[in-house]
């Protein structure tokens, strides 16, 4: 184990660990955020910069600092590595002007984009955009195309971080898609509009950060706000069968991948279990889904009941209900 302080706060973490693991470890806010690196997918990380971060100290050897800002999402710790990403200004400066640049063309669909409410991009906005843009041009605009049978590609919206072409080309034995032509222009397509319809393409849907890749069978349906996240469960014989059934009332609008505290898939599900079966006959309801407090989503969501206290005003107590 080795020694490595992010924040002003110490952990021991195994060997080969890279800053953002590390950080994960240690939890809460000292955590950098990530667009394009993700976990489960080999080779991601690297594109968006969003995790960029400042070592103040490369090791317990090697004192001196690194001489520029660095992705914390691929490089590994050293013993004794000292890392500052929120108590850095540099850093929090770096990322407002990441997010400038991510927002360059991404149009202004929150209120119409199915992804509202569990955008990761607009959290970032929120903690570091600009009020307004240093830029006049004009948006890049590309027209909307669907990739399969229940996928529609929002190009405008997308940031290019690769996420959806890493999972179906490690999640599928064919890829169909990728990224097309280069700089400004790069986009996510299919060669000669071919469809993507393998057994775990909708998986794109729930890796994507942004609004870019949406379910068709859910799209305009609801705000995820206003739906009420269960875990849910059946046997099924491509996937695990353990996914995250979003309802209204007794009615299931959506069926996505259970996610963990860093937004990230714990297991990959079907096309069949995510797009075919909205019924509640097919799921065995588990109960309530844990929603971080700081989510849009968690907003009337209550994981129990609990009984109001019972005041006493004239002895001035109060009764804890049980």
Excluded at 80 to 93: A, F, H
Excluded at 116 to 123: K, M, R, S, V
Excluded at 127 to 143: D, H, I, K, S
Aim: charged share 25%; proline share 5%.
């Amino acid at each position: 184990m080795i020694k490595v302080t992010i924040d002003n706060i110490q952990a021991d973490v195994a060997e080969g660990t890279t800053i953002l693991q590390a950080a994960r470890q240690i939890g809460g806010k000292v955590v950098p955020p990530a667009m394009c690196y993700y976990s489960k997918l080999k080779g991601s990380g690297g594109k968006c910069r969003t995790c960029l971060v400042k070592v103040a100290q490369s090791s317990a050897k090697d004192p001196r600092p690194m001489p520029k800002l660095v992705a914390s999402c691929s490089t590994p710790v050293q013993d004794g590595m000292v890392v500052q990403n929120l108590t850095s200004p540099e850093v929090i400066e770096t990322r407002k002007g990441i997010v400038e640049f991510l927002l360059l063309n991404h149009p202004l669909d929150c209120p119409v984009c199915d992804q509202a409410g569990e955008c990761d991009l607009q959290d970032l906005s929120f903690g570091y955009g600009l009020e307004e843009t240093a830029t006049e041009e004009e948006r890049r605009e590309y027209p909307m195309t669907d990739i399969g049978e229940n996928i529609k590609l929002h190009m405008n919206r997308c940031i290019l971080c690769y996420r959806c072409v890493y999972t179906a080309d490690q999640l599928t034995g064919k890829r169909l898609h990728g990224v097309l032509y280069r700089g400004d222009v790069s986009e996510i397509g299919t060669f000669i509009q071919q469809a993507v319809n393998n057994d775990f393409s909708g998986n794109m849907i729930d890796v994507c950060p942004v609004g870019a890749l949406t379910d068709k069978t859910f799209r305009f349906k609801s705000r995820v706000w206003f739906l009420k996240p269960m875990n849910a469960h059946r046997e099924c014989p491509a996937c695990s069968g353990n996914v995250t059934a979003w309802m209204f009332g007794n009615e299931i609008y959506r069926i996505t991948g259970r996610k963990n505290q860093f937004g990230e898939l714990e297991e990959f599900i079907c096309n069949e279990c995510r797009f075919e079966k909205k019924e509640v006959a097919d799921w065995v309801i588990d109960g309530p889904r844990h929603i971080k407090r700081q989510s849009v989503i968690s907003a009337n969501h209550y994981e129990q009941m609990k009984k109001q206290s019972i005041i006493h005003p004239i002895e001035g107590t109060m009764e804890e209900q049980e």
